[in-house]
């Protein structure tokens, strides 16, 4: 059985080769992107930060279907009025990062906060229930 941090390797390594093949273009003709991600693991939680700068928390939607994690989201394009881009390195458009989650992740405790351009959503592990069953005698 994978671990969960196999499971995010698998879908953030095909998503990075994407990510390899479009870097360089100019940002308006392949559009938003993939945002940048970090992924953590430990005993009791999983996190994942997003980077989303400029990115307003009404412009986020954050969903959680068959056990898959789907953020999307919209930047601005920034263009001060009366000018025109000489240079853009910085992505502007809609983008999506979906993710594979592990069946020991409670998605429906997770808790997602906006701050200084970074997602951060924190995937709480089950709590894993056990209880003895006595064996009734016939």
Known sequence: MLT???LLDRTLSSLDAFDRLTRGFD???VGGGAASVNVFEGERAVIVQLSAPGVKKEDLEINVEDDVLTVSGARPAALPEG???LHRERRAGRFTRSFALSRDL???AAEAR???GVLTLTLPRRVASRRSIPVQAA
């Open 4 to 6: 969960t941090l196999q």
């Open 27 to 29: 940002a308006e003709r």
């Open 83 to 85: 000018y025109t881009a």
């Open 106 to 108: 409670d998605a429906g």
């Open 114 to 116: 906006l701050e200084d």
